[in-house]
């Protein structure tokens, strides 16, 4: 089996697997609660939030514990924009970012009337910082950006676009979807950002685990009301063993990072090469300034789903769009933003590598979706 889904989640580390079994059998008091057992959880929660910014080093942040990504854009977009509402109701983000910012962004024009205004990304895929800087206005509260694509792996210019809302709308809160950059892309540590946002399952912990960085002295609305844990953000009884597996996750992906990032890197340069060379393919993953895991491409004419299941057969296992839109069947919104065809918009499948995986893994790879893809072509 070739497992090349790791942008759709990840096979847990053994070791994340079994810390998490240890502090679940140890560590199994309410951290809330004022006997010994509470104690003690409190004190390998507090010990581990202290990991995981020596980790990082995001010295300047406090961690907020979620269930993962999703809910961790949710506390920081609709957090910071409830808690900012009375000095304005301008909100900025982009038209490539994940489900989980798109549908906070309308839902909060929805339900609160907030005015949002839509970057838009060139043909590679990267946000125009000219459209950043046009769009920030004095009413401006919030502005939320990716690090790195989900579905292209475009790298966006973070430390720009910091620079540019410093610039231009001073008072305004900065959120960065990290969820496919932390573990993959090196990031400024002294970056200005205000909120940033990952996921376990991305970097090989546990679903149902994900954290939200945020800027010290930083207000946001209370997300879930009722128990005040996790700084009064999301109330309900915390979750040790997932926060300690996820900073096991994070140590041990950074270690493998730096271990493998050119052997991936590697894969993933041959993969876009000779991809090119199959005669209907379209590459859709810029050449320059994207991530070393994800290579997407199209090929117009065929249905995408039946290729998927043809490689699938063949022990390559990869996805169509994100895993979070894969079962609406609708024109990738990224690939629609950067100026691309319906045709290839609907047949986009992306391949996400992960640390280990090296350019030995191109020619197999390769000759199954060449030979797949002229047999579906002869099928027409």
Request: charged share 20%; glycine share 8%.
């Amino acid at each position: 089996m070739i497992y090349l889904d790791n942008s759709a989640t990840t096979k847990p580390y053994p070791e994340v697997l079994q810390v998490y079994e240890q502090v679940s059998e140890r560590f199994f008091g309410n951290p809330s609660s004022l006997h010994q057992l509470g104690i003690d959880a409190s004190r390998l929660l507090s010990e581990t939030r202290k990991q995981m910014l020596h980790y990082t080093g995001f010295k300047q942040y406090e961690i907020i514990f979620t269930s993962g990504a999703t809910e961790a854009n949710n506390i920081a977009i609709k957090g910071a924009a409830l808690a900012k509402m009375n000095r304005g109701k301008h909100i900025v983000t982009t038209a490539i970012e994940h489900p989980s910012v798109f549908e906070s962004f309308e839902q909060l024009k929805d339900l609160f009337g907030f005015d949002i205004t839509y970057i838009q990304v060139s043909e590679h895929g990267h946000v125009d910082m000219t459209q950043l800087k046009e769009a920030l206005r004095p009413d401006t509260v919030l502005v939320s950006m990716m690090h790195v694509n989900n579905e292209t792996g475009a790298v966006q210019p973070i430390e720009e676009a910091a620079g540019i809302i410093r610039e231009y709308a001073k008072d305004a809160l900065f959120h960065v979807d990290g969820v496919q950059g932390i573990g993959k892309v090196a990031f400024n540590k002294q970056i200005d950002v205000d909120l940033l946002t990952m996921s376990g399952h991305k970097i090989h912990g546990l679903k149902g685990t994900g954290a939200l960085f945020l800027k010290k002295n930083v207000v946001l609305a209370p997300f879930i009301t009722g128990g005040e844990q996790e700084f009064g953000l999301r109330s309900g009884t915390e979750n040790p063993a997932g926060a300690v597996s996820l900073v096991k996750a994070m140590k041990q992906s950074f270690e493998l990072l730096e271990k493998h990032h050119d052997q991936m890197l590697a894969l993933k340069t041959e993969l876009q090469k000779q991809l090119r060379e199959i005669e209907g393919v379209v590459i859709n993953t810029p050449l320059m300034h994207s991530a070393p895991h994800i290579v997407n491409f199209s090929v117009p004419g065929i249905q995408i789903e039946v290729l998927l299941h043809m490689l699938e057969k063949e022990g390559i296992y990869v996805s169509t769009t994100s895993a979070c839109s894969a079962k609406k069947k609708e024109p990738s919104r990224v690939l629609l933003a950067m100026g691309k065809s319906e045709k290839v918009t609907k047949s986009s499948m992306r391949i996400s590598l992960t640390y280990g995986q090296g350019p030995d893994l191109a020619p197999h790879i390769i000759t199954t979706i060449a030979q797949s893809v002229k047999k579906l072509k002869g099928m027409r």
